[in-house]
């Protein structure tokens, strides 16, 4: 794939790193839970990102943190589509929303959505896979557990089970050049194996397909600095520039004016 549509943009796999600035629309999410959840907070701070140098606002309407307490899908929605309805009269950057429920995806795309970002890739909800082909949107398909089980060859394990997500969107409809992969930093993998998933980005390319890099501020990170997850920023910025050079092409992140400095200097390096 050579390139993305998405909404009125087109993203050129290869040339730049495009940065994917966080919004959570939450009261509990594990980094900014709550500093957003008002519509006024929200839409302060997604303009905040978009003058930054933000490509794209990922909004969330619940925590994904390990113990969050889960949401009611119409809480979800409420939460999601008044922020996005908002975002699209001001923003004409894309706009994606992060949420494993179909009927969630689908509100999001009538509010004004270009993207799902689905960290169940495809697996949590039988109805998403049709959505994503139905409204012919690109769709982030991310690695993911129930719990952090045993597995017989990290790499292969992962390399696998995201082989198997994409044969669902396939078998949707999903056309291939909607599809990022997201190897799922963080989700069902501890500390180590997700700096194994670090060390070995680059094997994820032979999936064919572009990789999202979801790792800002995550425990991993904090694991090694000894630092609670405000004061991460440094190991963040250490792990999007390896991610860079590894293959990433889309980097999600919480501070996106760091983020964009940093990705801008590792292209002149890496994409030349």
């Known amino acids: 794939m050579k390139y993305l549509n998405i909404g009125n943009n087109i993203w050129e796999w290869g040339k730049k790193t495009y940065i994917m600035g966080i919004l959570d629309i939450t009261p509990d ?15 302060k701070h997604a303009l905040r990102m978009v003058h930054e140098g933000a490509d794209i606002i990922d909004v969330g309407g619940e925590s994904t943190r390990p113990g969050s307490v889960a949401v ?40 004004g959505a270009n993207l799902i970002n689905d960290i169940w890739g495809l697996k949590y909800d039988p109805d998403m896979a049709a959505l994503v082909a139905t409204y012919n949107v690109p769709i982030c398909i991310m690695h993911n557990r129930t719990t952090v089980a045993e597995y017989q060859n990290l790499i292969e394990d992962i390399l696998h089970e995201l082989e198997e997500s994409i044969e669902l969107a396939h078998k949707a409809g999903i056309k291939d050049e909607n599809i990022l992969i997201d190897p799922g930093i963080g989700f069902a993998k501890t500390s180590e194996q997700s700096f194994e998933v670090m060390r070995q980005l680059d094997v994820f390319k032979r999936l064919g397909y572009p990789i999202l890099l979801g790792a800002s501020r995550k425990s991993f990170i904090g694991n090694v600095l000894d630092l609670e997850v405000q004061d991460r920023l440094e190991g963040t910025l250490a792990v999007t520039a390896a991610g860079i050079m590894k293959g990433a092409d889309v980097v999600r992140v919480h501070d996106v004016l760091e983020n964009v400095r940093v990705a801008k200097i590792i292209d002149c390096l890496e994409r030349v």
């Open 72 to 111: 009611t899908v119409e809480e979800e929605i409420q939460r999601v589509t008044s922020i996005i309805q908002l975002l699209r009269r001001e923003l004409s950057i894309p706009i994606s929303v992060d949420t494993y429920r179909a009927k969630t995806a689908e509100a999001a795309i009538k509010a």
């Open 29 to 43: 999410s594990f980094s900014d839970g709550g500093n957003f959840f008002s519509e006024k907070a929200a839409l």
